[in-house]
Nanobody
Framework: QVQLVESGGGLVQAGGSLRLSCACS????????MGWFRRAPGKERDLVAA????????YYVDSVKGRFTISRDNDKNTVYLQMTGLKPEDTAVYYC??????WGQGTQVTVSS
């Protein structure tokens, strides 16, 4: 069974940066598309970024393009989300997803104005 464990969330001022990590175990990480979702208070869980397993091609929602970078290290079974230029509207619980049916427990990101 795939297990995903996120880390790296926290409280940061607007304009600041954070790097989220998601460690994957129990599966063949190198063949998973991986993604980051977020759920803001009172909203649905939405896709933020994803990365393919075949060629590492990234995808971003428009609201984070140019500010967030998704990457993966197949040797470490880990996917990252580098977040820069953070805005208060980025405040949410961020979840890692293995492109199938496994989710992490989430990590809170809070951006103060």
């Amino acid at each position: 069974q795939v297990q995903l464990v996120e880390s790296g969330g926290g409280l940061v001022q607007a304009g600041g940066s954070l790097r989220l990590s998601c460690a994957c175990s129990g599966g063949t990480f190198s063949v998973y598309h991986m993604g980051w979702f977020r759920r803001a208070p009172g909203k649905e869980r939405d896709l933020v970024a994803a990365i393919t397993w075949t060629d590492g091609k990234p995808y971003y929602v428009d609201s984070v393009k140019g500010r967030f970078t998704i990457s993966r290290d197949n040797d470490k079974n880990t996917v990252y989300l580098q977040m820069t230029g953070l805005k208060p509207e980025d405040t949410a619980v961020y979840y890692c997803w293995d492109g199938r049916d496994s989710w992490g427990q989430g990590t809170q990101v809070t951006v103060s104005s």
